[in-house]
């Protein structure tokens, strides 16, 4: 069975910093996207950001360019998010999740219906 495992949340003050951590297992297949989606009470899901295992490429929402980077730790079966200049807006339940679906290259995967698997998530409050 695919699992996924979110830590790394927490309380910080805003303008400061946080990183998530995705440990993946339980599975064997060589092209997949690895994405971190966060949902807030009362809020659709968004998709935040996503890291390719093909190519290592990434996407972002354009509410998080220039504060987030997503990464891997190929040896640690690994993807982190890296959240810095964190704002009140970012509060939310972050979710990490992958994907194993090939869709055309004008689709974005930071949609959450392309995802198979889920993490129970983890909570991240930005309060002063």
């Known amino acids: 069975q695919v699992h996924l495992v979110e830590s790394g949340g927490g309380l910080v003050q805003p303008g400061g910093s946080l990183r998530l951590s995705c440990a993946a297992s339980?599975?064997?297949?060589?092209?997949?996207?690895i994405g971190w989606f966060r949902q807030a009470p009362g809020k659709e899901r968004e998709g935040v950001s996503c890291?390719?295992?093909?190519?290592?490429?990434?996407s972002y929402a354009d509410s998080v360019k220039g504060r987030f980077t997503i990464s891997r730790d190929n040896a640690k079966d690994t993807v982190y998010l890296q959240m810095n200049s964190l704002k009140p807006e970012d509060t939310a339940d972050y979710y990490c999740?992958?994907?194993?679906?090939?869709?055309?290259?004008?689709?974005?995967?930071?949609?959450?219906?392309?995802?198979?698997?889920w993490g129970q998530g983890t909570q991240v409050t930005v309060s002063s």
């Open positions: 999740a992958i994907s194993f679906l090939e869709v055309p290259g004008t689709i974005s995967y930071l949609t959450s219906e392309l995802y198979d698997y």
């Open positions: 890291i390719s295992s093909n190519d290592g490429s990434t």
């Open positions: 339980g599975f064997t297949l060589d092209y997949y996207h």
